[in-house]
């Protein structure tokens, strides 16, 4: 891939309020440009783009990718329509920078990443939980063995959701949403789990619809095994009215925490050492003094900056597909009632074109 000019020129596609986060990041990197927004409400569109310096307002997306204007297309629409608008900017040239999840189906995300590699160009979804100076500076604690072999780990995303939120009509439905909380909100801090852990092995995964109106799962249960060897709990939730995002991970020398809701900073995470460590080793644990938290700024800033030089996505936006294909397989293994592993997950034909999966049913 030939390095560009910089800056890049963005355009987003949906105006919805996550817009505004890509619109914030595109500004604060000197490699971006917010050049056009499109949505299907113009109106919206327009005062979408007055509030962020009066980029173009487009008709429609193939009005959009029909010129040589757009090298990145940033994608902030319902999930349910990621796939189509990802492969066509994708096809017409441009980059993609797709907010999560990414698609309705393990299928659909294939094809996109197909249709990444087939144009040379780059597919990147939007897990800015795996950003921030914390992060990576447990990351590279863990690869390097120095808190010793991780152990056993817990990931809860334990939200709350009250009955309007799943009024939206595109809301609390497996053909325009995908997945209930599991894809939808738990895959963020599944994720970063996963990124920290690194390749999975195995799953097994519970759906429950607990209290909620909807034709998906509220509440989620899975045991997922890594290629480590770690094994880690993971229970997502739509019903829990004090909100946490956290992630616990134990290892031979120390347990690691992160306890925060939607980002996080230093200030957010704790190593607590085993007993008899030596305080001279856990002292070279400490975070650094410089400290940028979580968020869509740093990861979309280290994006353009890989755009720009040619070179690889940074860490923070490779491997899409990892914390998608736990998802799926939590829902094929609760679909089946069988462990699922890497090896067997794509052999569920009705899951990988499609989340929908029996829930066990509690209401009352």
């Known amino acids: 891939m030939t390095a560009p000019t910089t800056p890049l020129r963005a355009a987003i596609v949906g105006t919805g309020a996550i817009a505004n986060a890509h619109a914030q990041a595109i500004a604060a990197t000197p490699d971006a440009e917010l050049v056009a927004v499109v949505d299907r409400d113009i109106d919206h569109a327009r005062a979408f783009a007055e509030r962020w310096g009066g980029p173009a307002v487009a008709d429609s997306l193939d009005a959009l990718l029909a010129g040589d204007g757009v090298d990145v297309l940033h994608v902030c629409t319902p999930p349910g329509v990621h796939a189509s608008q990802a492969i066509a900017a994708l096809d017409a040239g441009a980059h993609v920078i797709c907010e999560k999840p990414a698609a309705l189906s393990l299928d659909e995300f294939d094809a996109m990443t197909d249709a990444a590699n087939r144009n040379d160009r780059r597919l990147a979804v939007v897990f800015q939980q795996r950003t921030g100076t914390a992060a990576a500076h447990i990351k590279g604690l863990l690869d390097s063995a120095a808190l010793g072999r991780p152990l056993v780990a817990t990931c809860q995303t334990l939200w709350y959701r009250d009955p309007a939120y799943f009024e939206v009509p595109w809301r609390g439905k497996w053909a325009t949403e995908g997945g ?3 894809l939808g909100l738990g895959i963020h801090q599944i994720d970063l789990l996963a990124w920290l852990l690194g390749d999975w092995a195995s799953v097994n995964g519970q759906l429950w619809r607990l209290a909620r109106e909807t034709e998906m799962e509220d509440v989620s249960t899975a045991t997922v095994a890594f290629e480590s060897g770690v094994v880690a709990s993971v229970i997502t939730s ?4 004090r909100e946490t995002s956290s992630i616990r991970i134990d290892t031979e020398l120390a347990t690691v925490t992160v306890d925060h809701l939607y980002g996080h900073g230093h200030e957010h995470w704790r190593i607590t050492p085993a007993p008899g460590v030596d305080p001279a080793v856990v002292d070279g644990w ?15 800033r280290d994006i353009y900056r890989a755009l720009v030089s040619g070179g690889p996505l940074p860490s923070t936006a490779t491997d899409p597909a990892r914390s998608f294909e736990i998802v799926t397989a939590i829902y094929s293994s ?31």
């Open 286 to 300: 400490a975070l650094p003094p410089a400290e940028e938290a979580s968020g869509h700024d740093p990861l979309v």
């Open 334 to 364: 609760s679909a089946a009632g069988r462990t699922v592993t890497r090896a067997t997950l794509r052999d569920d034909a009705d899951r990988r074109r499609s989340l929908e999966s029996p829930v066990v049913d509690l209401r009352r």
């Open 238 to 241: 739509a019903l829990s009215p």
């Open 180 to 182: 209930g909380p599991t």
